[in-house]
Every structure is written in C-alpha cells, then in structure tokens.
C-alpha cells in the first residue's frame, strides 16, 4: 500500500507561482509513475502533468504548457509540480497519484488526500 501525501498548496495572487510536492508514508516511489491531477469546484477531475517512474518522459496538459514543470528526485523519493504564471483557472484541489505512465486517472492506484490551491484576480 502506497499513501502518497501532497504539500504546497495555499493562496496566491494572479501571476504568482507554488510549487506542490508529493511524497509517501512508508514506501517509495521509485517504480512508480507519478500523475497530477486537480479538479475544481463543479468540474471533472484532469489531468495535469505527470512523469515516468525515471524522470525520462513527462507529459502536460494544454492548459499548462509552458507553465508548469514536473520533476522528481527519486534520491529524495519525492515529485514536485512547478507552478508558475498562475491563472484563476487553475484554482482546484491537486492531487498526486501513483501507477502506470498515463494521462487517465485510470491508471493510477494510489491516491493522495489533495491540496488547495487559489489563484486570486
């Protein structure tokens, strides 16, 4: 059993950047793939970016191209999620999720609790 734990998350102005970390309790992520995903209030969860289980491929959504990097340092067993140029539109709940490389939740079996993240106009 993996239980992943989210960090990072809060209230930031329009413009601003956070960065996420995810990390586990008891295990390691090394043979993992890494996925973010975040949903809004209303709306379906999406992914966001994630990261092979080598850091060698990465993958992001349109929306976020350009402005977010997701990393990890497998040394530190832990996955970040670089968030810059921060939109409105990104304000969700952000979860990490552990599995196999892809961009469908499906493929993910482990699951962190989530952590807010606001962007204010």
């Known amino acids: 059993q993996v239980q992943l734990v989210e960090s990072g998350g809060g209230l930031v102005q329009f413009g601003g950047s956070l960065r996420l970390s995810c990390s586990p309790s008891?295990?390691?992520?090394?043979?993992?793939?890494i996925g973010w995903f975040r949903q809004a209030p209303g709306k379906e969860r999406e992914a966001v970016s994630c990261?092979?289980?080598?850091?060698?491929?990465?993958s992001y959504a349109d929306s976020v191209k350009g402005r977010f990097t997701i990393s990890r340092d497998n040394a530190k067993n832990m996955v970040y999620l670089q968030m810059n140029s921060l939109k409105p539109d990104d304000t969700a709940v952000y979860y990490c999720?552990?599995?196999?490389?892809?961009?469908?939740?499906?493929?993910?079996?482990?699951w962190g609790q989530g952590t807010q993240v606001t962007v204010s106009s």
């Open positions: 999720a552990a599995g196999l490389y892809s961009n469908s939740s499906n493929a993910y079996n482990y």
């Open positions: 008891g295990s390691t992520l090394v043979y993992f793939a």
């Open positions: 990261i092979s289980n080598t850091g060698r491929n990465t």
